[in-house]
């Protein structure tokens, strides 16, 4: 069972070039969504969808853009990096909406780094 | 605004040894919470969810408690082994339903 894939697992970029990260699920899961980890911050929510077509901010959207076009993937696209967006990427995906009481799939991450 | 705050950030014990990890959030209007571990360089992996009508969820080793009222959730890990080294985190569902509200995460350590 392949569950949620990220791609790519590292990237380096320079500040002010664009980017998309990848994220497909192969579970026919209908809610997704983008988390970034930082040192002493936790994991905070970019991005999410309930389904395909809707998306909708979560606690720090600024910079990052996402669409839902089919159920499997929900990339998310850096506009124009900053050095303040290095971090660990982390996708998840579940069933329904975290009020349903479905436990969330985790990606492995995409480490990146923006010089 | 929900804050999930887990106390201590780091905790090292002797293998054997009961783990009792910590979880208090500000806002006791949640759907659920769970427990999830991470392994350095990996992604988050589900433990136990809690609904918010019950008192405790169990999975072999491991034992979640949740007190809404007073806004506590206690993973309980009986006879730690190494392979049980890992950063274990809490989240919360808040009120709106459509996001999880993480804690910092506590890092463990066990010692053969």
Same mark, same amino acid.
């Given at each position: 069972n392949a569950g949620v894939t990220q791609t790519p697992k590292f990237q380096v970029l320079k500040t002010g070039q664009s980017m998309t990260l990848q994220c497909a699920q192969d579970m026919n899961h209908e809610y997704m969504s983008w988390y970034r980890q930082d040192p002493g911050m936790g994991l905070r929510l970019i991005h999410y969808s309930v389904g395909a077509g809707i998306t909708d901010q979560g606690e720090v959207p600024n910079g990052y853009n996402v669409s839902r076009s089919t159920t499997e993937d929900f990339p998310l696209r850096l506009l124009s990096a900053a050095p303040s967006q290095t971090s660990v990427y982390f996708c998840a995906s579940s069933y329904a909406p975290p009020r349903d009481n479905q436990p969330q799939h985790f990606g492995d991450g995409t480490r990146l780094s923006i010089l | 605004k929900q804050e999930v705050t887990q106390i201590p950030a780091a905790l090292s014990v002797p293998e054997g040894e009961n783990l009792v990890l910590n979880c208090s959030f500000t806002d006791s209007a949640i759907y659920n919470l769970q427990w999830f571990r991470q392994d350095p360089g990996k992604g988050l992996t589900s433990l136990l969810l809690i609904q918010s009508s019950q008192r405790e969820q169990t999975s072999g080793r491991l034992n979640a408690s949740l007190d809404k009222s007073s806004g506590r959730s206690t993973l309980y890990i009986a006879a $730690?082994?190494?392979?049980? $080294?890992a950063t274990y985190l809490c989240a919360v569902t808040e009120a709106a339903g459509n996001k999880l509200t993480f804690g910092g995460g506590t890092r463990v350590l066990v010692k053969p």
């Amino acid at each position: 069972n392949a569950g949620v894939t990220q791609t790519p697992k590292f990237q380096v970029l320079k500040t002010g070039q664009s980017m998309t990260l990848q994220c497909a699920q192969d579970m026919n899961h209908e809610y997704m969504s983008w988390y970034r980890q930082d040192p002493g911050m936790g994991l905070r929510l970019i991005h999410y969808s309930v389904g395909a077509g809707i998306t909708d901010q979560g606690e720090v959207p600024n910079g990052y853009n996402v669409s839902r076009s089919t159920t499997e993937d929900f990339p998310l696209r850096l506009l124009s990096a900053a050095p303040s967006q290095t971090s660990v990427y982390f996708c998840a995906s579940s069933y329904a909406p975290p009020r349903d009481n479905q436990p969330q799939h985790f990606g492995d991450g995409t480490r990146l780094s923006i010089l | 605004k929900q804050e999930v705050t887990q106390i201590p950030a780091a905790l090292s014990v002797p293998e054997g040894e009961n783990l009792v990890l910590n979880c208090s959030f500000t806002d006791s209007a949640i759907y659920n919470l769970q427990w999830f571990r991470q392994d350095p360089g990996k992604g988050l992996t589900s433990l136990l969810l809690i609904q918010s009508s019950q008192r405790e969820q169990t999975s072999g080793r491991l034992n979640a408690s949740l007190d809404k009222s007073s806004g506590r959730s206690t993973l309980y890990i009986a006879a $730690s082994q190494p392979g049980d $080294s890992a950063t274990y985190l809490c989240a919360v569902t808040e009120a709106a339903g459509n996001k999880l509200t993480f804690g910092g995460g506590t890092r463990v350590l066990v010692k053969p």
